[in-house]
């Protein structure tokens, strides 16, 4: 049953994630991580403040027992509490600016929707995850476990009803002799995602107003889980909940799983309205079938189909990320805005079926060294696998009154000591796990992409909070605390979580150990911008920005755009920087480029001296080198004295760059070294324009 619980609460995320795909800019594995984080940050992190109230309410008053402290809170400070929990992993990355200007208000939405998720799926397992043995198979499809809430069975549903529920529950009810069960939308997942809503407009909000609108979505998420709170606080005191408070919840029933439609609406709509002014302002980050007319869906699903699973996956991360760049709307060219570009550029020259071959790709994907890097790396993920293997088969294949018998096999003896060896080992890999991505951080703080780095923040909060709590348990369970016993004691705790006073001690190992297997080897998706550096293919070169925004797909566009031969040409032809091949005029023209780079705030082109920048070309005139990227994403070529050797070449290779960077929409320069002949500066005054021709040196 759990592995449906867990199926319900992932499937309301992957709702939201699918409608606001067109617009966010966070990819799935940073949606994934935030339902983990709901698991094992907001939800760790919610309990301790919330036991740390109760504690503190209970000296105060100098009550004996924690019931009134509890029942005083449970509608008062646990719904704020909570709602802020969920949102913390978002308000600590947002802590970054670059992370906080890259996330869309669609991006904090499903966010939070995801924390919340997490953390009602949390709230569940506490409370179900050891109710196998007296669950019953319920005729119309799912199973019934006695004990619920007043006169009602908890219902788990069967696939069907999970898949045909919008934002389902992770458990539903059944009252007594109701022929149908009732399976609501995911409260917790709601108020998650108005709560990331509120987030959003108070981080990035555009105006003081809009972002103080920000506290009407947080406000409503919280006042709604108060008044949910309140109804069962005075059913347990009173046996009934006041009218008011039942005819009011019953009024948000009837709209509760539409108030994430209209709060994607506000997202969507604001998020629209950016990009669509991004796009404006950002021509040279377009594909040159937009700037001629065709959407960018048309243009990117184009090329999309060129060669199936490379280029998909490049249009996506390429889409996912100039939408970052348009929520973050620079005033002048940065770090990312270069590199949208350039890999605009790169999807440009390789938009066409001929440059694609899958046996080059792969034998450029064979040969990276950073990809070789990974494959040896894949060893390391048996290690989760093998150290969570007893808590999913405990917690998950147990979970069915058919194999409620292997529960018990956890729950003593051999087995619990098998869960508890693994959780040892799990929470020394989780804490190396921890110090590799604090080693990693500086790293992703670099790049222009703020979605790595939202990531690892993610994962460091989540990673915090299952480290805290495997350490507990153990501590616990050297202290004498059995396998049966209660993780916390029912005199002690009334609390927080009503579920928590379930959890037995192995449960909550097995819980605890999952998380294991949640929190995959960290630093294995950075290799390629870790070990890899700047990616390299022939004439091709990317930089280390480019190639963490593609990955592994940086590989197989290089093969495309670089002209496909480097694998079985490794020499490639003097840069045109350089003047007759030797190697040092190679250094003289290198030298030329970097600083001509400095000068323009821009980039060099060539992977290293005497090798040739990248290849433009003319239909039935030829092709040049690209010698710089200026900062604005002009076409830059470099040159000296020599080039006054050959003018009519000189003038063939300016006019081929000059219509290269006219189709491109961007422009055409010529940068000549003092001394070179004026017969070559006049002629290139003539093609790229006067004014586009500099001396310098």
């Known amino acids: 049953m759990t592995f449906i619980m867990a199926a319900a609460a992932l499937y309301g995320v992957l709702q939201l994630g699918l409608l606001t795909w067109p617009l966010r800019s966070a990819g799935w594995g940073v949606v994934l991580a935030s339902l983990v984080v709901g698991i094992y940050g907001s939800g760790v992190a919610a309990i301790a403040a919330e036991y740390a109230a109760v504690r503190g309410y209970t000296a105060a008053s100098g009550e004996r027992t924690l019931d009134p402290?509890?029942?005083a809170l449970s509608y008062t400070l646990v719904p704020v509490v909570e709602e802020l929990a969920k949102i913390a992993p978002l308000l600590i990355a947002g802590i970054n600016v670059k992370v906080r200007r890259q996330l869309g208000l669609s991006d904090h939405l499903v966010l939070g929707a995801g924390a919340g998720a997490g953390f009602g799926l949390l709230e569940v397992l506490l409370g179900?995850?050891?109710d196998a043995q007296k669950a019953e198979v319920f005729p119309a499809g799912g199973w019934l476990i006695p004990g619920g809430i007043s006169l009602d069975l908890t219902y788990v549903p069967d696939w069907s009803e999970v898949l045909t529920t919008?934002?389902?529950?992770?458990?539903?009810?059944?009252?007594?002799?109701a022929l149908s069960p009732e399976l609501g939308a995911s409260l917790h997942l709601v108020w998650g995602a108005l709560a990331g809503l509120g987030a959003g407009l108070l981080l990035r909000g555009p105006g003081a107003g809009m972002r103080l609108a920000g506290l009407i979505p947080l406000g409503l998420a919280i006042?709604?889980?108060?008044?949910?709170?309140?109804s069962g606080y005075a059913a347990r005191r009173d046996g009934d909940p006041p009218g008011w408070a039942a005819d009011m919840l019953q009024r948000l029933a009837d709209v509760l799983?539409?108030?994430?439609?209209?709060?994607?609406a506000i997202a969507m709509t604001l998020d629209y309205r950016q990009v669509r002014r991004g796009r404006?302002?950002?021509?040279h980050t377009l594909l040159t079938a937009e700037r001629q007319g065709r959407t960018g869906t048309a243009a990117l699903a184009a090329f999309a189909a060129c060669c199936l699973p490379w280029t998909g996956t490049i249009a996506v991360r390429y889409a996912r990320t100039r939408r970052a760049l348009f929520y973050t709307a620079p005033r002048e060219p940065d770090d990312l805005h270069r590199t949208v570009a350039e890999v605009a550029q790169r999807i440009d020259e390789a938009n066409r079926d001929e440059a694609w071959d899958a046996k080059r790709v792969r034998a450029h994907l064979k040969a990276d060294p950073a990809g070789r890097t990974v494959r040896r790396r894949r060893w390391l993920y048996l290690i989760p696998l093998l150290l969570a293997a007893p808590a999913v088969l405990a917690l998950g294949v147990g979970s069915y009154p058919e194999t409620a018998d292997l529960q018990n096999r956890f729950a003593s003896g051999t087995g619990y000591i098998l869960l508890l060896a693994c959780a040892n080992a799990g929470l020394a890999w989780l804490i190396l796990q921890t110090v590799l991505m604090l080693r990693t951080r500086r790293t992703l703080t670099d790049l222009p992409q703020g979605e790595p780095l939202t990531l690892l923040h993610l994962r460091l909060y989540g990673t915090v909070g299952a480290v805290i709590v495997s350490a507990l348990l153990l501590a616990l369970r050297m202290k004498g605390y059995e396998a049966d016993d209660r993780v916390v004691d029912p005199v002690v705790t009334a609390t927080l979580f009503a579920a928590l006073m379930e959890a037995l001690m192995w449960a909550g190992v097995a819980l605890a150990l999952a998380s294991v297997f949640l929190f995959p080897p960290a630093g294995g998706a950075l290799a390629f911008v870790t070990v890899g550096g700047a990616m390299r293919v022939g004439t091709f070169a990317l930089s280390t920005g480019g190639r963490a925004l593609l990955g592994s797909s940086a590989v197989a566009l290089a093969s495309a755009a670089g002209?496909?031969?480097?694998?079985?040409?490794?020499?490639?032809?003097?840069?045109?920087?350089?003047?007759?091949?030797k190697p040092h005029s190679d250094r003289v023209g290198a030298r030329r480029e970097e600083k001509v780079a400095e000068l323009t705030d821009g980039r060099v082109t060539a992977a290293e001296p005497g090798k040739r920048g990248m290849v433009v070309k003319q239909p039935n005139a030829g092709s040049t080198d690209v010698d710089v990227i200026a900062g604005d994403g002009s076409y830059v070529a470099v040159g000296g004295p020599a080039k006054a050797k050959d003018l009519a070449k000189l003038g063939q290779k300016l006019n081929i760059l000059k219509y290269a960077a006219r189709q491109r929409g961007v422009g055409a320069q010529a940068y000549f070294e003092r001394g070179t002949p004026d017969a070559a500066v006049n002629l290139a005054k003539r093609i790229p324009g006067d004014g586009n021709v500099r001396i310098f040196g």
Not at 574 to 579: A, D, N, R
């Open 166 to 177: 919008w934002l389902p529950a992770s458990i539903g009810t059944v009252s007594i002799g």
């Open 223 to 230: 006042g709604h889980h108060a008044l949910f709170n309140y």
């Open 128 to 130: 179900r995850v050891t």
């Open 257 to 264: 799983g539409w108030l994430p439609v209209a709060a994607l």
């Open 280 to 283: 404006r302002a950002m021509p």
């Open 563 to 581: 002209g496909g031969d480097a694998v079985d040409r490794p020499r490639q032809e003097p840069s045109t920087g350089g003047e007759g091949g």
């Open 69 to 71: 402290a509890v029942d």
